[in-house]
């Protein structure tokens, strides 16, 4: 069963929060408050595999602001797809925010429509972020799953050796090769060449 997918509204203000909670709760979507940046940094835990989430964090906040619990994410690594409001049409905190990657900044007092559109789209990266660490997930569990030989024998593939070289590298029959590459294909899961050939080069993107 899918949870339903989270927003973390970090506001200090208690109107402001009560109206957000109304607007977002009347289309389906979980509610978490914070009255300030550390209140959200001391209780945050990070959600289930399966359920979206963002945060909804205003500039001006008791201590830390908005923008400095962007850049603490940042530097934590943890990737939370960011709403920035803010009650100042100030252009350099806007660019600001967006460049420390917020999906999108409004102003107060903002429309409710505009609200529920930035919101599912920060909603709907952190869906495309989860399916692709889980993708990469299952694709890093296959790979630790080959042998060692099978790991020589994808590598060489993928950097286009022909069997009968491969097997003089290894010591071993074409035959042999033969038999590692279909393993290599089936345990990977590929549907073809190049699709193993993507898989390697996420792999690789991974590691880096």
Known sequence: MKLE???????DDDAHQSAMCLILESVGLTTKVYGSAQQFLDEFTRGDADCPECL????????????????ILLERKISLPTVVISGHADVPIAVEALKSGAVDFIEKPFRQQKLLDAVQLALARSEEARNQENCNSQ????WSNLTGRQREVMEMMVAGKPNKIIADTMGLSIKT????????????????????????????????
Do not use: C, W, Y
């Open 5 to 11: 997918s989270v927003v973390h509204i970090v506001e």
């Open 56 to 71: 909804l964090t205003d500039v001006r906040l008791p201590g830390m602001t908005g923008l400095d619990l962007q850049k």
């Open 139 to 142: 694709l890093q569990t296959r």
């Open 177 to 208: 090769i033969e038999q590692h590459r279909s393993l290599v294909m089936k345990n990977m899961e590929a549907s073809s060449f190049a699709d193993l050939v993507q898989m390697a080069l996420s792999l690789k993107a991974n590691k880096g």
